[in-house]
Nanobody, 122 residues
Framework: QVQLVESWGGLVQAGGSLRLSCAAS????????MGWFRQAPGKEREFVAV????????YYADSVKGRFTISRDNARKTVYLQMNSLKPEDTAVYYC???????????????WGQGTQVTVSS
């Protein structure tokens, strides 16, 4: 069983920045592929970013490329999402997810966090 807890969402003005954290339980966090997703009101959940188990590979949705950065600290069992130049359309609940197989860009994830709200005002 793996628990994921997101934090540090909040309200920010357009153009501002936030850094989300996702703390994980589990003894083998360093072998998990970790992803960030978001869901805006009335919309389906969408992929944001993914990072490989080593941190050596990352991949982003086109909508956030160049503005968001995913990173991880395996010693702290934490994955981060640095969000810069935020836009009102980035407003959503942000979720982190873990793939225990360590597959690159997995189609499904095994565990999900409860989400953290990010609101960007114009």
């Amino acid at each position: 069983q793996v628990q994921l807890v997101e934090s540090w969402g909040g309200l920010v003005q357009a153009g501002g920045s936030l850094r989300l954290s996702c703390a994980a339980s589990g003894r083998t966090f360093s072998t998990y592929t970790m992803g960030w997703f978001r869901q805006a009101p009335g919309k389906e959940r969408e992929f944001v970013a993914v990072i490989s188990w080593s941190g050596g590979n990352t991949y982003y949705a086109d909508s956030v490329k160049g503005r968001f950065t995913i990173s991880r600290d395996n010693a702290r069992k934490t994955v981060y999402l640095q969000m810069n130049s935020l836009k009102p359309e980035d407003t959503a609940v942000y979720y982190c997810a873990a793939d225990l197989t360590g597959s690159w860009r997995p189609k499904t994830y095994d565990y999900w966090g409860q989400g953290t709200q990010v609101t960007v005002s114009s």
